[in-house]
């Protein structure tokens, strides 16, 4: 373990460290952010007044307008003077949404994603090849300073000119690589159409930034013969290194010294019992850039409180079912794009490649699934095709409750991603 007595401490130590520290932030934003010092004021809180954990709920949420309206600095806890690296999440529309770090914020960073990378067993022995974007996105640069605290040889190849990824991969013996899991999957067809997959010495994959079925997971660690490990995080929050997977994979561990989760119902604001699946809510514990108090991630996942297996004692959120805003209302039903990706992975004569078009016609909604073929042969043998689309057309309305209509394309013609992929493409409003 990269930090043995944090990673350990009892569940009750746990909490007294987050009371101790929620109690700071409040002080903290109430004295150096105007935003945070209106919104508390207005809710009647104050440091004194939360004496419990559950004090917690006194205070309102933040959401991506509030960082939106206050663009670019307005949220920022420090002057630009302690401010020393600025991150930007892309976002589809609009401005980006701007976060600031301090000294301090870089080396609790780096500390938290040292902590995760060794959990999915990174070591100074390691030699990574970092192919996450470097720029205003923190997925490279968080991994980046993560690793190399840890000792690990850092190579900051970052995303795309995939056949020089794949050369580099092969002299230096790359043995981890840091990437989203569907730039992952391209690597490894690709490296096996240049014939080179057996020259590769992958071991563990650092993957995250968007989602990934186990089922998934499973196609890519068979393509690269690597160990893959899920990383969550989000910019406004720090960037990756919020949580991860341990060799046990059983749910990624928060780093709850540094922040504070709450799983909500997304539609009412409730908080949820322990256990429950929810919209995840985070409170940053330690950040002075730019503090989130009780951020709405729209996030869904559910948080498991005992111990882990590995010895860790900081609870595991599951994998990210799916985005309150991406979750797809198809003729009144709501349908995540990770249970279709969990049916398409099931069946092993199509590729790791689909993509969801949805539609609107008479009024109605419709999802069409079109995936890849992983064999061209198959082409060529009508009736297997047909069949083939049946048992998915079939076991997708199993899962999901209604009808799809399913297109087998052919292999290798669908759009393949470098960065987080890009895999719904909803056409309604335009149909209007
Ligand atoms: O994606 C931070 C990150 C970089 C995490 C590298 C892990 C590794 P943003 O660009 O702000 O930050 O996007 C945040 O991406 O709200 C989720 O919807 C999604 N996301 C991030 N990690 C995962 C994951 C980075 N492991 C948004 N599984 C979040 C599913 C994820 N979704």
């Known amino acids: 373990m990269f930090q043995k007595d944090i990673e350990t401490m009892s569940r009750q130590k746990i909490e007294e460290l987050q009371l101790e520290r929620l109690k700071w932030l409040v002080d903290y934003c109430m004295k150096n952010i105007p935003f945070y010092n209106k919104r508390l004021t207005e809710a009647g809180v104050t440091a004194e007044k939360i004496k419990s954990l559950k004090d917690i709920e006194y205070i309102p949420y933040t959401t991506k307008d509030d960082i939106r309206d206050t663009y670019p600095f307005g949220l920022f806890g420090q002057p630009m003077n302690k401010i020393v690296r600025i991150h930007a999440s892309s976002g589809t529309t609009g401005k980006p949404t701007v976060v600031g770090y301090t000294k301090n914020d870089l080396e609790n ?19 990574v090849q970092i192919a996450f974007g470097y720029g205003l996105f923190t997925g490279a640069l968080g991994l980046h300073y993560g ?35 569907s730039y992952a999957q391209y690597i490894g067809e690709k490296a096996k159409e240049m014939g080179v997959i057996d020259k590769i010495n992958l071991k563990l994959g650092l993957f995250g930034s968007e989602g990934c079925t186990v089922e998934m997971r499973d196609q890519i660690e068979k ?56 919209e995840l809510v985070i409170t940053t514990l330690t950040k002075e850039g730019i503090p989130m108090l009780r951020y709405r991630t729209k996030d869904i996942t559910q948080i498991d409180y005992e111990p882990c297996k590995c010895g860790r004692t900081f609870a595991r959120m599951a994998k990210i079912k799916g985005r309150s805003d991406d979750m797809l209302k198809i003729r009144g039903v709501n349908v995540f794009p990770s249970q279709i990706e969990s049916v398409l992975m099931s069946f092993d004569k199509i590729a790791p490649h689909y993509q969801l078009v949805v539609t609107r016609a008479d009024y109605s909604d419709r999802l069409e699934v079109k995936v890849e073929l992983a064999d061209a042969s198959l082409l060529e043998n009508y009736g297997a095709l047909e069949k083939l689309r049946g048992d998915i057309h079939h076991n997708l309305k199993t899962v999901l409750g209604i009808d799809t209509k399913v297109s087998l394309v052919e292999s290798k013609s669908l759009e393949r991603f470098q960065g987080k992929a890009k895999r719904i493409v909803d056409l309604r409003n335009q149909d209007k």
């Open 147 to 181: 690793l190399e605290k840890l000792g690990a040889t850092v190579v900051p190849t970052s995303s795309g000119n995939t056949e020089k990824q794949i050369m580099l991969m092969q002299d230096f013996q790359t043995t981890a690589l840091v990437s989203t899991p």
């Open 223 to 278: 393509t690269l013969g690597l160990f893959a490990t899920d990383n969550y995080g989000m910019s406004e929050l720090m960037g990756p290194g919020v949580s991860g997977d341990c060799r046990e994979r059983c749910g990624m561990h928060i780093n709850e010294d540094h922040f504070l989760a709450e799983i909500i119902d997304s539609k009412t604001g409730e908080v949820l019992p322990k256990g429950s699946q929810g």
């Open 109 to 127: 960073w780096s500390d938290c994603m040292a902590r995760l990378c060794c959990a999915a067993g990174a070591t100074d022995e390691d030699i």
